[in-house]
Structures are given as C-alpha cells and as structure tokens.
C-alpha cells in the first residue's frame, strides 16, 4: 500500500498546481477550486482512471465536469481570469505596472464573456498547454470542433481588446 500511497503523492505533487489553477480560473472562489481539486484526486483514488488512456487529459475531464457542476449549482458563471498571470518583475516603471494591470483587466473581461466552452478551449489549450486532442478530449467534442472554438475565442478576443482593428478573413 505505500508504494500506492507514493505513487499518488507524486501525481498529487506533480498535477495539484495546475488542476488548482484551472479549477480556479474556472469558479473564481479558492474554496471551491480546492474542494474541486480534492475531488478530482478522489476519484483517481477511487480507482476510475484507467491506465490505458492519457492521465493529464482523465484528470482535466473530471476537474472540467466538476467546475460545471459547480457552475450550474450557482445558476450563474462565475468570472475567469486570464490565461496566465503576467510576470510583475518584467515591469519597468510604475506606469508600466498600471498598463500591464489595465490589459490584464481587459483580457480577465474578454475571457469571461466568452461562451463556457471557448473560455474552456482556451484556458486548457493555452493556459495548461494541453494538446489539441486533449483537449477535445476533455471538452467531448472533435478535433475539428476544437480548431474551430479556438479559432472563434481568439477573433473575438481580438476584436474586444482592439476594437479599432478590422480583422480580415
């Protein structure tokens, strides 16, 4: 039993930052993102991954599932913040600080106005780095599906962060 007790502490250790992070940018409130977290370890604990498919993604669906869950139990969506968070010690000045804050802002607003599925396309895409199958994996949908919900986030996030531009097809 330890061996099993070592093994999940390095998934745990490995995959907890991340998972939190997500579950985080998908509810908006700590408390429920670390349940979530919990949770999704739970279940891998319960014994319903099985090793014949990718880890990463099995971990991502259910923590996905679970903030949805969430999500519906609150009868509103809640705000998801940015993709990453901007490194602070780039700065250069004050001012620089505040312009980097007010895009940030922007883009947190961008995102959160996107449709369930896009914001989530683009938050596990980019914001965990997880390959395209995964992803569609994670989200139940196709490839092509996927290529497409991305494709539809990034224009309208272009188009609310700069406005004046006219994006050409």
């Given at each position: 039993?330890?061996?099993?007790?070592?093994?999940?502490?390095?998934?745990?250790?490995?995959?907890?930052?991340?998972?939190?992070?997500?579950?985080?940018?998908?509810?908006?409130?700590?408390?429920?993102?670390?349940?979530?977290?919990?949770e999704a370890f739970c279940r891998i604990?319960?014994?319903?991954?099985?090793?014949?498919?990718?880890?990463?993604?099995?971990?991502f669906t259910v923590t996905h599932r679970l903030c949805l869950d969430r999500l519906r139990r609150r009868g509103r969506w809640g705000k998801v913040l940015t993709l990453l968070r901007?490194?602070?010690?780039?700065?250069?000045?004050?001012?620089?600080?505040?312009?980097?804050d007010q895009r940030l802002a922007r883009l947190e607003g961008a995102i959160a106005e996107l449709p369930e599925?896009?914001?989530?396309?683009?938050?596990?895409?980019?914001?965990?780095?997880m390959p395209s199958r995964e992803v569609a994996a994670v989200l139940e949908i196709s490839d092509q599906q996927l290529r497409s919900a991305l494709s539809y986030a990034r224009k309208r996030l272009r188009k609310e962060l700069h406005p004046a531009e006219e994006v050409s097809p």
């Open positions: 039993m330890s061996g099993d007790e070592g093994a999940f502490r390095t998934l745990f250790d490995r995959w907890r930052n991340p998972v939190l992070g997500y579950a985080w940018r998908m509810l908006r409130r700590r408390e429920e993102a670390e349940e979530v977290c919990v604990v319960e014994g319903r991954w099985q090793p014949t498919g990718g880890f990463r993604a099995f971990l901007a490194d602070d010690d780039g700065a250069s000045s004050p001012e620089a600080a505040a312009i980097a599925q896009h914001r989530a396309a683009i938050l596990l895409f980019y914001g965990q780095e």
